[in-house]
């Protein structure tokens, strides 16, 4: 089995360089939360280096609170923001001569339309167009997953490698202490419970189901770089290939 690992990158943290030749997929802030022509240029360069595949990682036009908060924003002022990022972004690819391999919205955007159809429906009319021959990534059984797929659009079940959740597969909230893994041996464990069982130990103890395609491990977790050193290494060590 390939397991893919990705990181969120071009978040102002500069540890990229140390991220890219452990991880297989990233998601580059596009100019939402973070990022500018510089930050996506220099990332993309880094990806290409070390072939590792490319996303967008568009979010809620919110550079104050790092698309972090959901955001109280009109229907038409999301929808242009989010094209104008993916806009930005397909043209510094174009430049590079790279390929968009996925989209995967960000922070308070990615977790509220897992939930909220409306806006579900909304950003999928908005990324659409640019998908092509790319995939989306999204949490399983989430309704986002359920528009996508209605639409016709490629989809890649991703889970958060990283952090604790919640019996209904949403995430343990930022707000409580439990709510990240920063244990590398435990991020590991997180893991491989996925991937040979197809379910995922809940904060509160519970086995709940789940389908994975792709590993979150967040960039700007204080050791994030011994996370992905050491989990690339032994999900290699079980068996799986990273790619």
């Not at 955007?109 to 429906?121: G, Q, R, S, T």
């Not at 640019?130 to 999204?138: P, Q």
Request: aromatic share 8%.
């Amino acid at each position: 089995m390939v397991v893919d690992i990705n990181c969120d990158v071009g978040e102002g943290v500069e540890n990229e360089h140390l991220l890219m030749p452990y991880i297989s997929s990233c998601n580059i802030a596009c100019g939402g939360h973070f990022g500018n022509v510089n930050s996506i240029d220099k990332t993309i360069q880094l990806a290409l280096k070390n072939k590792v595949k490319i996303g967008a990682h568009p979010s809620f036009p919110d550079k104050e609170n790092f698309g972090r908060l959901l955001m109280q924003i009109s229907n038409e002022d999301l929808k242009k923001s989010i094209q104008n990022q993916l806009d930005l972004f397909l043209e510094r690819l174009f430049l590079f001569d790279a390929k968009l391999h996925h989209i995967k919205p960000h922070g308070a955007l990615y977790n509220a339309i897992a939930v909220d159809e409306k806006l579900a429906i909304l950003f999928i009319d908005v990324i659409k167009p640019y998908l092509n021959d790319a995939y989306l990534y999204v949490p399983y059984n989430s309704v986002v997953e359920k528009v996508a797929l209605k639409n016709n659009i490629k989809i890649k079940y991703e889970a958060f490698a990283d952090r604790n959740y919640n019996n209904d597969l949403t995430l343990v909230s930022r707000k409580q202490k439990n709510a990240l893994l920063i244990d590398k041996s435990e991020v590991l464990n997180h893991i491989l419970q996925m991937i040979k069982h197809q379910n995922v130990k809940t904060i509160s103890g519970l086995e709940i189901a789940i389908k994975v395609d792709t590993f979150c491990v967040h960039g700007d977790t204080e050791n994030a770089i011994e996370i992905v050193k050491f989990i690339n290494q032994e999900i290699q060590k079980s068996g799986f290939t990273v790619g």
